[in-house]
């Protein structure tokens, strides 16, 4: 699960992507943080790791998970109330942290008991 620190004015909720993190250390990951800029139209264009989970290669995934995200506009659900301008070119820059959970799936495959 990602929890935004703040989200852009005029935008809904997030939508998330349907997702399955595959662990590569045998070790629980600590949350990562990222760095993230939301365009008008609700799509993350850039995605920075600010702190580590400790397992570069759940960071990469963590990253195209967020970069997968996407704000529901309110000109996509129907209602042009408060929707953002078309022509509009600015980002949103906000903070982000990934919880890990039952999200998570490992890639170590079991080893054989070893014998005394």
């Known amino acids: 699960m990602?929890?935004?620190?703040?989200?852009?004015?005029?935008?809904?909720?997030?939508?998330?992507?349907?997702?399955?993190?595959?662990?590569?250390?045998?070790?629980?990951?600590?949350?990562?943080?990222?760095?993230?800029?939301?365009?008008?139209?609700?799509?993350i264009r850039f995605c920075f790791l600010i702190e580590s989970s400790g397992d570069p290669a759940l960071d990469e995934q963590g990253r195209n998970f967020l970069q997968l995200c996407r704000f529901k506009s309110p000109s996509?659900?129907?209602?042009?109330?408060?929707?953002?301008?078309?022509?509009?070119?600015?980002?949103?820059?906000?903070?982000?942290?990934?919880l890990w959970g039952n999200d998570l799936t490992s890639n170590a495959t079991a080893s054989p008991a070893s014998s005394p």
């Open 76 to 98: 996509r659900t129907g209602t042009k109330e408060n929707a953002p301008p078309t022509n509009a070119t600015g980002l949103f820059w906000t903070t982000t942290a990934i």
């Open 2 to 43: 990602a929890l935004f620190g703040d989200q852009p004015p005029g935008l809904g909720d997030p939508i998330f992507a349907d997702f399955k993190f595959r662990l590569t250390r045998p070790d629980a990951p600590a949350n990562a943080r990222f760095r993230v800029a939301i365009d008008g139209g609700g799509a």
